[in-house]
T-cell receptor, first 112, second 111 residues
Framework: EAQVTQNPRYLITVTGKKLTVTCSQN?????MSWYRQDPGLGLRQIYY???????DKGDVPEGYKVSRKEKRNFPLILESPSPNQTSLYFC???????????FGPGTRLTVT | GEDVEQSLFLSVREGDSSVINCTYT??????LYWYKQEPGAGLQLLTY?????DMKQDQRLTVLLNKKDKHLSLRIADTQTGDSAIYFC???????????FGKGTSLLVTP
């Protein structure tokens, strides 16, 4: 089944403890992206990647890192999480420019 | 990114039509999308329209695009309780990969 998977789905952590949210797609898509969704703010793009080893900042990249060493994986790294990074995170992938984006199920992160 | 605006809430009765409106500011938008998010789930693409079209119909869904006014609407005919969800309007400009999303419209369908 074609899908985008994220792990974990739920995470509660403390300020400053490094964490990684994994994202994997099995559709051989070139484009992958991370969004965060906050009440009243909609979805905002954090980082995106147009191919292996090619990443770029979205609208709200501060406090996040990403890597794209393999086509299928696009992990989101929070080196030192802070409470303002408490949010619902979505990974998405797409076969190319202007194509439909397929979204993962979301990761709900709480930073205390 | 450019602004995409939607009303936040809409309530309709089952069987009525729903119309969700969206405005955007980027005149170079090439594709406009409607995504649906059900509670606890990710976003699912409902439909999209190219900027050189003014209408697209897909079963119960009708998308209208007024490019001059930068206004997009989604009409759901014969709305059902299963249509209750958050609906996001999104646009993609002429360059880059990013989608600009609106804040989402929560549609509540009452029996």
């Amino acid at each position: 089944e074609a899908q985008v998977t994220q792990n974990p789905r739920y995470l509660i952590t403390v300020t400053g403890k490094k964490l990684t949210v994994t994202c994997s797609q099995n559709m051989n898509h070139e484009y992958m992206s991370w969004y965060r969704q906050d009440p009243g703010l909609g979805l905002r793009q954090i980082y995106y990647s147009m191919n292996v080893e090619v990443t770029d900042k979205g609208d709200v990249p501060e406090g996040y890192k990403v890597s794209r060493k393999e086509k299928r994986n696009f992990p989101l790294i929070l080196e030192s999480p802070s409470p303002n990074q408490t949010s619902l995170y979505f990974c998405a992938s797409s076969p190319g420019f202007s194509y439909e984006q397929y979204f993962g199920p979301g990761t709900r992160l709480t930073v205390t | 990114g450019e602004d995409v605006e939607q009303s936040l809430f809409l309530s309709v009765r089952e069987g009525d039509s729903s119309v969700i409106n969206c405005t955007y500011t980027d005149s170079s938008s090439t594709y406009l999308y409607w995504y649906k998010q059900e509670p606890g789930a990710g976003l699912q693409l409902l439909t999209y329209i190219f900027s050189n079209m003014d209408m697209k119909q897909d079963q119960r869904l009708t998308v209208l695009l007024n490019k001059k006014d930068k206004h997009l609407s989604l009409r759901i005919a014969d709305t059902q309780t299963g249509d209750s969800a958050i609906y996001f309007c999104a646009e993609k400009g002429n360059s880059g990969y990013a989608l600009n999303f609106g804040k989402g419209t929560s549609l509540l369908v009452t029996p």
